[in-house]
DNA sequence: AACGTTGACTACAACGTTGTAGAAACCAGG
DNA sequence: CCTGGTTTCTACAACGTTGTAGTCAACGTT
């Protein structure tokens, strides 16, 4: 049923290396001989059996990366320009849903490390640097926390200028009670804190107090938490007249949440998100967003990791930051800006 | 750094195969041997090496998903679901994104099948089943389309009865021009041809007439195409009462569209979707949809997988259908039903 | 004609694991 | 004390591939 590099080897009438030559594009081999040995394979319908190989070359070829949430869709957005990204290398991803769970992060940053994956990608949402000591050496990047003098490679963006830019453009619409929605008792450097200190110095910086009940925490960053922290907001009395979510599905729950109230977006309160997903270009009304870059994100992510795959694993872990984009849309701006 | 049964071995002073046995969880071992070697397992950190195991077993523990896009919410949600269900039997899932072309589909189909996953669960959207011949035996369930007569297990809703379902929805809420968007060129069998039939048998049931002019083809089913085709319904002076979309992304860009050509859902055109995506939930106005049982249909396809990979690979192709739940919402009912 | 160099190929071992066969130690029943 | 069976463990080969070392012929140079 399956053939191997014998058969071929016994139908082309050479050697099992001369066929693994002819495989791996090996220049020293007869135009003739080659040309028999490609005929057995095509007629055999030969395909390397990977397992082998990676046995004895140490290396699989496959990378994964792990993401809280697959239906989350900045992660889903992400997930697709990583697979594209790592197949232009000749790479297979092994996607991974953590659920975003310290204990089940830990698993998957120490455990899927079993040698079947060459290196890791890794967005976690609740693992802190102290974590993630133990790697046994397997290549890893992580993406979108700025984990202070962590052990890996990083692709990040500025959290704290993008969210204090979108900050900025409320204030600059003349937003004076700005809420925000999505803060998180997590430890230090998560998006959540880097957003909220963002969210924070953009208001010092216009001389508006920051009022600790215009800000609503979401245990997690679903529609549901958006609307639900909406909701809490508005019946607690605060009125604000603009909020900054801390990611696009937030908003998207705020929005269905300010609808259902009666009130109007913008002009009563303009709703601002972060992610820049696609949901967002089609949403009534659209959304306002900080757009990461997530094609350069994951390019970047791909080459940190092919590096430090192919190259020294004992270099010092480097950071790159990826550009992102305000793009200020009808949920700040109204229909006809 | 990395250690091998032989490193546990003589940490243990026993044979590797002992350690083989300990880490298979062998019955006959001596509790002291068996602490032993534990013992020396925790020490040096040890795991196994996959790809020997594979090499030797000739199993990976991994399965493939394939699916068009992953940042089709649709897509997301279901490759959530697999990814649990096979988590439950202990399998890891390597997720592929075919793009949906019919050339790229074919790769996957069969070239996917190099030996390093023991299946593959496969949702085309253009392979027919004459494309699905020449697999080399690698066990496959194919998802969500009707490949009559095809070679392998498949799971189904029924897209035909769901269809009717939802447009005799739109004509017991007293729409008469029910307008459809959707439609594909494609081979028999596939979703868009099976909706579109569900489409028109309850037309026809309900005494409507079929107009050609009410059906939008979409090439590709995201949120732009929708709005394209509906803006196109709008401008080509048809004026519909109601929208079937063939997926609820075609209909979010619908209900897009709509805003903002200024006319209201649903008391001017009433809107409903197929698939039933979280999204759905929390639009302005919620949409109402179609919603297959999507754990289900992911357990089922693992459970029929895992039967193919463990039993009887030349039993007879079986096929599940998997239920699904007309879910009405604003959309089609407006704010207060 | 003897020499080294290159090209074309092959035999063999090794990657880390587990199945098979079997040895050694132990036990129970006569 | 022997017999037959079980328990506990081990040596060896094999899974399919590729790196290393090497053979042999053809070639160009002295």
Redesign the pocket.
């Known amino acids: 049923m399956?053939h191997?590099?014998?058969d071929v080897?016994e139908r082309a009438?050479?050697?099992?290396?001369?066929v693994?030559?002819v495989?791996?594009g090996y220049?020293?081999?007869?135009p003739?001989?080659?040309a028999r040995v490609e005929e057995a394979i095509a007629a055999l319908n030969?395909?390397?059996?990977l397992?082998?190989?990676n046995?004895?070359?140490?290396r699989t070829g496959i990378i994964a990366l792990a993401v809280p949430e697959l239906d989350i869709p900045y992660f889903a957005e992400l997930a697709r320009h990583v697979v594209s990204a790592a197949a232009e290398l000749g790479w297979t991803v092994l996607i991974d849903q953590t659920g975003g769970g310290r204990e089940q992060e830990r698993v998957v940053a120490s455990g899927i490390t079993d040698h079947l994956i060459d290196g890791l990608i890794f967005s976690p949402l609740a693992l802190t640097a102290d974590d993630l000591v133990n790697l046994d050496g397997t290549p890893m990047v992580l993406l979108g926390e700025r984990v202070d003098r962590g052990p890996a490679d990083h692709v990040v963006i500025d959290n704290v200028a993008a969210a204090r830019e979108i900050t900025n453009h409320l204030v600059g619409l003349g937003r004076r009670r700005i809420a925000a929605i999505g803060s998180q008792r997590t430890p230090e450097g998560a998006s959540a804190r880097l957003r909220l200190d963002g969210y924070r110095s953009a208001l010092a910086e216009a001389g508006l107090g920051y009022d600790e009940a215009l800000v609503a925490p979401a245990p997690v960053w679903h529609r549901a938490d958006g609307a639900a922290a909406m909701r809490h907001l508005l019946s607690s009395g605060v009125r604000p007249d603009a909020v900054f979510c801390f990611n696009d599905t937030l908003a998207l729950g705020a929005l269905r949440a300010l609808h259902e109230t009666g009130l109007r977006v913008p002009e009563d309160v303009a709703v601002a998100g972060f992610d820049g997903i696609e949901d967002g270009r089609f949403s009534v009304p659209t959304l306002t967003t900080i757009a990461p870059d997530k094609e350069r994100i994951a390019r970047l992510a791909v080459e940190l990791l092919a590096n430090r795959i192919e190259g020294d694993r004992s270099a010092p872990p480097r950071e790159l930051a990826a550009p992102y984009r305000l793009e200020p849309r009808e949920s700040t701006q109204g229909r006809h800006p």
């Open positions: 399956r191997r590099l014998k080897a009438g050479v050697s099992v290396k001369t693994s030559n495989v791996n220049a020293h081999v007869r003739d001989t080659r030969y395909r390397p059996n397992s082998a190989r046995l004895r070359k140490g």
